[in-house]
């Protein structure tokens, strides 16, 4: 972990800060934008990454998209929790550029923590588009871009699955900084509207709450903003969230048990 992220990662948490380190002198890994003109890297991994899941999907002919966005979920909860902590906590803009920082994969495809020139730049004060212009146009894109080019995932479901860990990451940050107003701000640029500046959002779309009932009444969840089609993988069902889960769409409609999905996360 780079030191100055420690602060922000005690406990059970501090292991999600690991996602980034230095690299050290003379790394020979690539960078993630090398890495990313490989295909037969990226089909590998993905494939590498589902034989480690539970149940193992070894068909060969398990959906390619469906492997690689599944896989990308893995890549972003390694990546995004001490990137977002730098820049909304510390208003720390982190090297994770594509052609800046350097990535080696673990045996279950999953990245490795990825290693920067450095530890970054603080930019006090600096709007949100500015600390998250490196990780959003210079990482995730080109990861969501090079998805779509080669394993045919499309980039909205890429970007929704960044969205999910998003999500995820700033509602543990205010839980431990409860008053940090930046956080807030962050968030709301982040996921709550549809453009950024005048670019179109690709994280962005409306919330949408199902009512469910059971035995001790009716609760309300929020669904996922995009399905990440752990479904389409041999073995394997909907998320519990998931938007297109048969029975979030009937309980849309009519409240009721959902006892007709798989609710294995992913």
Known sequence: MIPCLEPLFPGEWRTHGAGVALAPSGSTAPTVAAWLECPAALAA????????LDPPVTDPQAPLAALASVWSLTYFWRLLPPVVAAASVLQRVLPVGATQARL????????????????GHAMPGAPSAERYATL????????ATRLAECCGVAPRIVWGNAARYLEVIFSELARMLPTHAGLRADHAWLLARPDWDGLENPM???ARAVTRGNAQGDTTHTLLRRCCLYYQLPGHGYCDLCPLAPCNRAARRVAGPCADVDTAAC
Not at 45 to 52: E, P, Q
Not at 107 to 114: H, I, L, S, T, V
């Open 104 to 119: 080696a994969l673990a045996e279950d495809g999953a990245p490795m923590p990825f290693l920067l020139p450095h530890d």
């Open 136 to 143: 959003l146009h210079g990482h995730i894109a080109p990861v």
């Open 45 to 52: 991994a993905c494939h590498a990454h589902a034989r480690h």
């Open 204 to 206: 962005y779309r409306p």
